[in-house]
């Protein structure tokens, strides 16, 4: 399938939210070699299972890390990471439940469909704090070693138009499960990070961030309470605080911000109130893609082409930051 994306350049503040060109700006080098880099086989990546005692919960806790296809056969190499950021229909205990977290995104696309990403990723798992594990959550999927990978959960085509907000009182942002789950796991999941900065070859100047809907508000608020630690951010379907962007513009982290047209989960309204804040503080480098055909599951596409990709292999942190001393 191939993906098409079409980005949106914001030139004007929320009020007039009128002067919006649409442009289709894919770096096509980088793709390309990108997709050129993938075997015709499945990917021989490693995926790992991480250990800890979480503060938080006060039980042991596991995490998943990737390590790409080349990582044991290349020992001068240093990878590029990811940290990925799951859904809420994924949290659990991270025990049991830890396989469930490879439903969706870019772990899933390497370890499930067997594609040869080139990053180290890491994919911790969030705990249930608000209600108790529901039957309807995402049931874990399943890797298949020989023949063709299981197929992609892309959901139906939306059936509702294009999403409206008709009563703009309605608060942009509030207090959400998502944010606060996130506030209170932010230290072991950054953690998590570091200890992967240490133990693995990766490069530190490109450390990446992207999650999806519950994962995607997580993205928002790991990049606004620590923005120099980040390449590029990457936020789907995630709500943002439209008040706290400003240390985002300040550090001027590459952003790019995915939504679904037929959203009535996260309204792609209230996602442009984030995006058109960060460009009022001065935010040099932010990119708001809406694919208009699709609901609240555009991660399905956003993941399964070469584009997101690319676009972090293009980015590097800026000099200066802290660094995490690697093996």
């Keep these: 399938m ?49 250990g800890y005692d979480s503060q938080v919960t006060g039980e042991r806790r596991e995490y998943f890390v990737y390590l790409p296809t080349g990582y044991h056969t290349e020992p001068g190499k240093h990878w590029p990471v990811i940290l990925f950021l799951h859904g809420g229909g994924e949290r659990g205990d991270a025990i049991e439940d830890l396989d469930r977290i490879l439903v969706h995104g870019p772990v899933a696309e390497a370890w499930i469909q067997g594609r040869d990403l080139p990053f180290i990723m890491i994919s911790p798992q969030m705990p249930v704090f608000d209600r108790p594990r529901r039957g309807s959550d995402q049931p874990a999927p399943r890797r298949i070693e020989d023949g063709p990978p299981p197929p992609r959960r892309y959901g139906a085509r939306p059936k509702q138009p294009m999403a409206r907000v008709t009563d703009m009182s309605i608060p942009s942002y509030t207090a959400s ?27 530190q100047d490109r450390v990446y961030l992207t999650g999806l809907s519950f994962g995607g508000a997580g993205t928002w608020h ?31 982290t590459p952003v790019w911000v995915l939504q679904g047209g037929r959203d009535t989960v996260v309204r792609p309204e209230r996602v442009l109130e984030t995006v058109t804040a960060l460009e009022a503080a001065g935010h040099p480098d932010v990119r708001f893609t809406v694919h208009e055909d699709l609901g609240h599951n555009v991660w399905t596409r956003v993941y399964e082409g070469w584009d997101l990709y690319a676009w972090f292999l293009a980015h590097r942190r800026q000099s200066g930051a802290d660094e995490v001393e690697a093996p």
Excluded: H
């Excluded at 309470?225 to 990457?234: F, H, K, T």
């Design 222 to 252: 790991l990049a606004m309470a620590d923005p120099d630690r980040w390449a590029a951010i990457a936020p789907i379907c995630g709500p943002g605080d439209p008040s706290r962007v400003d240390r985002i513009a300040n550090a001027k």
């Design 177 to 203: 499960a998502s944010r606060d789950s996130w506030t209170r796991m932010e230290g072991e999941v950054l953690a998590m990070v570091d200890s992967t900065l240490r133990e693995f070859r990766t490069d």
């Design 2 to 50: 191939k993906l098409s994306i079409r980005t949106t350049s914001l030139r004007s503040s929320y009020r007039g939210l009128v002067a919006i060109g649409v442009a289709l700006t894919v770096n096509l080098a980088l793709a390309s070699s990108l997709a050129a880099a993938e075997p015709a086989g499945r990917s021989q990546g490693q995926l790992l299972r991480r």
